[in-house]
């Protein structure tokens, strides 16, 4: 299967996925990496696996329509099965999540701690298990169906970074694993219960 992936950072992510792309018995490999800003390290972790990257400006364009055209029209020219929204920072709109399936990975247990700083929300109401979730994006923040879920426990003193390392650890995992099953195994959705395998299709 074709991946997009987009970041908006560090892209680790994103690496785990080049990594378990290296090998063919995976399914899936990264055909092009995209970004919203330049000069991030998501975009010189491919560039060093030989992917194409493409970056889409938010401030390059006269209004959100126009780069949510412009975006839409660069991942469709990679022909992806799936796109792969792995730490990206802007909510897609319509003209990307109604020509592709996105799925998106999130740092904490939806529908707890939603939104851009899941991590440090968990750590502040004082949970002490936390965790990562991999979901089909919709039009939401973080609303669409679940696809994955693992906890991961909050340790006493933990600061927010400590907490975020401990998360993606577990993050990077369920991601290369359940976009793998997805691309091998097949999938459905409907309303929000999302099925991989038993031969679907
Ligand atoms: C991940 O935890 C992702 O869920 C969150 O930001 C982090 C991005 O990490 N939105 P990376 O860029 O993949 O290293």
Not at 21 to 35: C, E, L, Q
Not at 52 to 64: E, G, H, Q
Not at 135 to 150: N, R, S
Request: aromatic share 4%; glycine share 10%.
């Amino acid at each position: 299967g074709r991946l997009v992936v987009l970041v908006s950072g560090s892209g680790t992510n994103l690496q785990a996925l080049l990594d378990a792309s290296a090998d063919p018995s995976y399914g899936a490999r990264v055909v092009a990496v995209g970004a919203d800003r330049d000069g991030i390290e998501g975009l010189a972790r491919a560039s060093r696996a030989g992917v194409p990257t493409f970056v889409r400006n938010l401030r390059d364009y006269p209004n959100r329509e126009d780069w949510d055209a412009a975006i839409a029209a660069e991942i469709a020219a990679h022909k992806p099965d799936l796109v792969i929204s792995a730490g990206f920072m802007k909510i897609l709109g319509a003209p990307t999540l109604d020509s592709f399936p996105v799925v998106n990975t999130h740092p904490a247990l939806l529908p707890s701690f939603p939104g851009a700083h899941g991590v440090r929300d968990a750590l502040a109401y004082g949970v002490q298990v936390t965790g990562c979730t991999v979901m089909l994006a919709d039009a939401g923040v973080d609303t669409g169906p679940i696809i994955a879920q693992e906890a991961v426990r909050v340790l006493p003193g933990d600061d927010e970074s400590e907490l975020h390392e401990r998360i993606k650890t577990v993050e990077r995992r369920l991601l290369v694993d359940t976009v793998g099953r997805m691309v091998r195994e097949g999938w459905t959705v409907s309303g929000r219960v999302v099925r991989i395998g038993n031969n679907i299709g």
